[in-house]
């Protein structure tokens, strides 16, 4: 029997698309504005709504395992990989350690980037107490470095949309190394200052998942689109097609 709070999280679990689940891993795409793992909020988290859709679906009993090996802030969607077994989570997270684990963003972005093509690199320091993260000299204690390559795609009405790897996994970091050049991310709240209006949706989205399967050593790849939605309308068939063609 579900508990009545197991019941309302399966049924929201039934609204996040699965793009491939075995008995050792579970890809889905993450919806924008739903926590990764359970915060202050106390809002429905992604992590507990798919164990909860988990149990549903295979009618376990007791706890679902379900183990978290990366992250994406709230306000980001796109594709997301949770491991099923403690195995599964240990080989995953020892590829996202190594940086064998592949992630594609795409972005759209206020302005232009002063290079069509580049690399960021700076260094960031957290407050964990207003959960933002800010630019520092490399010397700052505590300073992180913090890597990402970025290629221009696009641009229209004042945005430009790039595709993103990282090389580093800080918090924040494409947002905060973004707003650092300049080049603010369309929609973010947080690092967007002035230009972002309240209740806009922040533009970005994890656009491709790649690793290599923890047991069968398979390479998968994963893709997923951004929303139909402003201002990711403005490059929707080259969108599509850089998706498509991600390897």
Partial sequence: MLSAEEAKLAEL???????????????????ANMPTQEDESRDPDLLSVLKAGVKVRYGKPGNVFLGLVHRLDRPVGGVMVFARTSKAASRLSDAVRTRAFRKTYVAAVRGTPASP????????????????????????????????????????????????HLHTGRPHQIRVQFAAIGCPLYGDQRYG???????????????????????????????????????????????????????
């Fill in 13 to 31: 679990a039934a609204g996040v698309p699965i793009l491939y689940e075995d008995n050792h891993v579970l890809v889905v795409v993450k919806p």
């Fill in 117 to 164: 093509a580049g690399t960021l690199r700076h260094y960031l320091v957290k407050d964990a107490k207003t959960n933002t993260v800010r630019t520092v000299p490399q010397s700052y204690p505590g300073a992180k470095e913090a890597v990402l390559d970025y290629t221009v795609l696009g641009s229209a009405e004042g945005f430009a949309l790039t595709e993103v």
């Fill in 193 to 247: 200052g002035h230009f972002s209006e309240p209740g806009q949706q922040i533009a970005l989205w994890s656009a491709m998942l790649g690793f290599e399967h923890p047991t069968t050593k398979e390479p998968l790849r994963f893709h997923a689109l951004p929303p139909e939605a402003y201002p990711w309308t403005l490059w929707r068939a080259s969108i599509r097609d850089f998706v498509q063609q991600i390897h």
